[in-house]
């Protein structure tokens, strides 16, 4: 069954450092996400793309957050100075329909990201 | 009042039971309604989908949505233990990109 692939599973950086979590979603879909969950939270949407553009983010993607396909394969996701209130687990999502179709999104397995 | 709103549980029943989890919401423009079961370090993954109101099932899950109500339901009959896991109600209206999730319910299925 295909799958969303994220790399890393953790990443654990100081604060004020730029990362760049990495996903791999389906091969035929064409919309892209990014959600965010707090431990013990919810799972909260972060932004969504298509066709190489941001569609719709939420007030918690701000100037520090940016996505980006590089190629016809990956998506990411890039803090630029991260603070510790970023520290969650991160989740990819593709879907060949968008979010209102029977089929939802596929998930990643996700990245935990440690701020220290 | 929240957006969606669902009791985290946790919630333990022994195996066999019927479980009932539920979700309110208040943004009447939400049409879609789903149901994520999320293991342990895992991504949530697609359990149920209902488009508007009224019931679907997939073999032992029952998914049931009232919009009058602004309530939606997930029921399992006849519970495993490997039924067990967090489960995520999540919401979008038409036309929208992202989905909503409620908190989450912790479910135990005990052998």
């Known amino acids: 069954e295909p799958e969303v692939t994220q790399t890393p599973s953790h990443q654990v950086t100081q604060m004020g450092q730029e990362v760049i979590l990495r996903c791999v979603p389906i091969?035929?879909?064409?919309?892209f996400y990014w959600y965010r969950q707090i431990l013990g939270q919810k799972v909260e949407f972060l932004v969504s793309?298509?066709?190489?553009?941001?569609?719709?983010k939420s007030e918690i993607f701000d100037d520090q957050f940016s996505v980006e396909r590089p190629d016809g394969s990956n998506f990411t996701l890039k803090i630029r100075s991260t603070k510790l209130e970023d520290s969650a687990m991160y989740f990819c999502?593709?879907?060949?329909?968008?979010?209102?179709?029977?089929?939802?999104?596929?998930f990643g397995s996700g990245t935990r990201l440690t701020v220290v | 009042q929240k957006e969606v709103e669902q009791d985290p549980g946790p919630l333990s029943v022994p195996e066999g039971a019927i479980v009932s989890l539920n979700c309110t919401y208040s943004?009447?423009?939400?049409?879609?309604f789903m149901w994520y079961r999320q293991y342990s370090r895992k991504g949530p993954e697609l359990l149920m989908y209902?488009?508007?109101?009224g019931n679907k099932e997939d073999g032992r899950f029952t998914a049931q949505v009232d919009k009058s109500s602004k309530y939606i339901s997930l029921f399992i009959r006849d519970s495993q233990p490997s039924d067990s896991a967090t489960y995520l109600c999540?919401?979008?209206?038409?036309?929208?990109?992202?989905?909503?999730f409620g908190q989450g319910t912790r479910l135990t299925i005990n052998p």
């Open positions: 999502a593709s879907s060949d329909q968008g979010a209102s179709f029977s089929y939802g999104y596929t």
């Open positions: 091969s035929n879909h064409l919309y």
């Open positions: 793309f298509y066709n190489n553009e941001i569609s719709e």
């Open positions: 943004n009447s423009a939400f049409q879609y």
């Open positions: 209902t488009y508007s109101s």
């Open positions: 999540a919401m979008s209206a038409q036309g929208a990109q992202k989905l909503v």
